[in-house]
């Protein structure tokens, strides 16, 4: 514990840690930790006291999830997996099938592009958007579309952002179903 300790504070990491202890007591099988086991003892309630966190990395209060934040629900009502995607798009045979995405710019204006891609043409739509929101994005997807043929507007492609959970209403709006 104490040759942890130490090595905590001079800065070595729990995996560096981990890799040391096994090369030099290689003969001694209880002298083994993981550097999972490390990092979950280091952030236990009794370690507290002792603030080892200072000495990782990044050293944050509390652990980060190992798969990432959890969706809270469908955050895109009527989704359509890609998978199901007529097989026209895939091929770019067929005219009017589109891919939506955003572009989102740097700091400190963090303004938004939305882009629309013709599949077979490859001709780029694009409206610059103040944020990143469903609904501006909605009304610049609607400002593209409705100058466009019926026929050329057969359907989209979205990626899973959430600036895309109103897309029904553009697609009602426009009978792109």
């Not at 800065?11 to 999972?36: F, T, V, Y």
């Not at 990044?58 to 009527?78: L, S």
């Not at 009304?139 to 100058?147: L, M, V």
Request: aromatic fraction near 6%; include cysteine.
């Amino acid at each position: 514990r104490a040759w942890v300790l130490d090595s905590l504070r001079r800065g070595w990491s729990p995996e560096l840690i981990e890799g040391r202890l096994k090369a030099q007591c290689a003969g001694d099988p209880s002298m083994r930790i993981s550097h999972e086991c490390l990092c979950q003892w280091i952030y236990a309630k009794p370690q507290r006291a002792l603030d080892l966190r200072q000495y990782l990395a990044r050293g944050r209060k509390r652990r980060t999830r190992k798969k990432g934040r959890k969706a809270k629900g469908p955050r895109i009502p009527m989704r359509v997996p890609i998978a199901d995607r007529p097989e026209a798009v895939g091929s770019r045979k067929g005219f009017g099938h589109f891919e939506s995405d955003t572009v989102v710019g740097a700091a400190p204006s963090r303004r938004c592009m939305n882009t629309q891609v013709e599949r077979r043409s490859r001709r780029l739509f694009a409206r610059l958007v103040d944020d990143k929101s469903a609904s501006a994005t909605a009304r610049a997807e609607y400002e593209i579309f409705k100058g466009m043929p019926p026929a050329a507007r057969v359907d989209r492609t979205w990626d899973n952002g959430t600036e895309a959970s109103l897309h029904v209403l553009v697609d009602e709006a426009l009978g792109m179903l």
